[in-house]
T-cell receptor, first 117, second 112 residues
């Protein structure tokens, strides 16, 4: 089955600890994204990547880091510098954006709900 | 940076009533997409609009892209309880089409 997988679904961490969220896709998509969603809120872009070994900051990158060593994988690390890390984290992937007419639908993983205590 | 705003934030309707959510971008968009997120779920793609003034329909859902490619709307005719969820628009800015920015979403509740 083709898709995008996030793990774990629920994660608990103590304050001050770094934690890494996994995101893997087998859709052969070049673009991958990380979003944060707070209760009753929209999706805010943390980081995105269009190609292996390259990524760009989104709107709320402070306190987060990413890597893109493989096309299939785009892990997100929530560092201790992130002041309010408890949230629902969503990873997505899409085909490489090229011509405007190309369908660039984003596919989302099931999400990881991170709680920092 | 680019901002994408949606209104209303919440909407309660009686089953059978119509519903509309509006999306406005601070910059011109290369295309706009709409997603639906069911309670407890993840966003699922509904449709993409590319051309200025484009209108697309999916059964009871009608999507429009503004002439200036800075706004869009989603209209649901005769809502059903299965329409419950949060509807997001997402835009790719012209000239920087690689970034996908989501609106704040409209949470729809349909009362039976």
């Amino acid at each position: 089955d083709g898709g995008i997988t996030q793990s774990p679904k629920y994660l608990f961490r103590k304050e001050g600890q770094n934690v890494t969220l996994s995101c893997e896709q087998n859709l052969n998509h070049d673009a991958m994204y990380w979003y944060r969603q707070d209760p009753g809120q929209g999706l805010r872009l943390i980081y995105y990547s269009q190609i292996v070994n390259d990524f760009q900051k989104g709107d709320i990158a402070e306190g987060y880091s990413v890597s893109r060593e493989k096309k299939e994988s785009f892990p997100l690390t929530v560092t201790s510098a992130q002041k309010n890390p408890t949230a629902f984290y969503l990873c997505a992937s899409s085909p490489l954006v090229g011509r405007n007419s190309m369908n660039t639908e984003a596919f989302f993983g099931q999400g990881t709900r991170l709680t920092v205590v | 940076g680019q901002q994408v705003m949606q209104i209303p934030q919440y909407q309660h309707v009686q089953e059978g009533e119509d519903f509309t959510t509006y999306c406005n971008s601070s910059t011109t968009l290369s295309n706009i997409q709409w997603y639906k997120q069911r309670p407890g779920g993840h966003p699922v793609f509904l449709i993409q609009l590319v051309k200025s003034g484009e209108v697309k329909k999916q059964k009871r859902l009608t999507f429009q892209f503004g002439e200036a490619k800075k706004n869009s709307s989603l209209h649901i005719t005769a809502t059903q309880t299965t329409d419950v969820g949060t509807y997001f628009c997402a835009g790719r800015p012209s000239g920087s089409a690689r970034q996908l920015t989501f609106g704040s979403g409209t949470q729809l509740t349909v009362l039976p």
